[in-house]
């Protein structure tokens, strides 16, 4: 007899029957098991209050409502016992899209390789390294769901649209695209951002001016473009430049060893804070791993190129629906295989861990999918700056 029950061990609960669902859901939840990756999209947006249904046929689809900002009038002058103007309903908006199905790529563990963990821990009692080496495994799956967000969150915010052509190995076609005013896609200005002698900040000042007043909106906007735009073309631009030369200059405002100090994103922040007419800039840090069918590169969903002027806050919506797997397995699932279930990432994931055949012998899976995407709730005034086309 062995000194040790593999079969009492954690690892072997991750997988067996349905009873240890609470026990593995408890244990995803223990707090620092799992390096939590916020991603850059969690600084975008929330998590709906709420899944988005599932029809019959599988789909979930969610609408989004946006309502144009405009100044409010000066009330009417009535007389006595007068009756008020109706007011205005235009300047209501909504866009409808569904929601995505998608799935990390998925750890298999053979009979062969589960015998060998057996033979481990009926050796030595201590499942540790087992259960460091899966939790390695399925962060590396959430990862994926993070990386994935990312992505999405980027291009609907700097393109309007998310495109899932030639994006890792799964189905290859358009998602959504956010009904954003055709009016709110706009060029660089007198100059593209990367000539010399561009005047950044004065063409980011009149962009923000036309839009602020079209929309009679005084309150909080924010820039944002990505860290390559921000270091690369920002602080190289002539009319920065000088604009920093003076506040260096300056000895109530700036305190320094020398003149020549290095332009920093600190310093340009300082001499930036009261550049008037332009609202605060915002960096963008997204890059992802895209592997596909034909290679294994780095993608950006926000073109370096793009600089988006909106309202300060967040800017979307995560839209998810309730995991078709699980519900379909718990009420029609095959009696020969076991599946446990859990929920990941804020509950925009769900783990699933998998005992089933092949051939004459056993297998382990885990799996990771994730029924969401982001949704722009800014759509009717965010506006999208193409910096590498000037006005004709």
Known sequence: MPKFDFNNSRYAKFFSDKTNQRFLQSFIGTEGLLYTNYGWYKTQGVKAGAPTPTAPNGIATFSVKGRDLKAAPLMDLRAPLGDSNQMDKDGLYWYTAS???????????????????????????????LVAA??????????????????????LMSKGNIDYRNIARGIQIPLHKADIPEENFTKAGEKVWSDPECKILSQMAAKEKHYREKWGYEGALVWQVTRKMF?????????????IDSFKKNPL?????????????????????????????????????????????????????????????????FEYTNNLDKQMFEKYGSSVITKIFAQANDGLCTVVNTTTNNGLYKEWHTDVMMSACPALTTFRNHVIVDTSTADS
């Open 231 to 243: 270091y690369e073309v920002i602080l190289l631009n002539a009319e920065v430049k000088e604009l």
């Open 253 to 317: 405002a700036y305190i320094a060893t020398t003149t020549t100090a290095p332009t920093t994103r600190e310093l340009f922040l300082a001499a930036f804070r009261d550049y008037p007419g332009v609202s605060p800039i915002e960096i963008v840090e997204e890059r992802e791993r895209n592997l596909t069918n034909t290679g294994d590169t780095f993608v950006q969903g926000w073109d370096d190129k793009i600089a988006v002027l909106r309202p300060s806050g967040y800017a979307c919506e």
């Open 134 to 155: 899966w939790v390695h495994t399925l962060q590396t799956q959430l990862d994926s769901a993070d990386a994935t967000m990312n992505f999405m969150t980027a291009q």
């Open 99 to 129: 929601i995505p199905d998608f799935i990390a790529p998925g750890f298999v563990e053979t009979a062969m390789e589960r015998e060998a963990k057996e033979q481990q821990f009926e050796l030595f009692g201590n499942d540790a390294d």
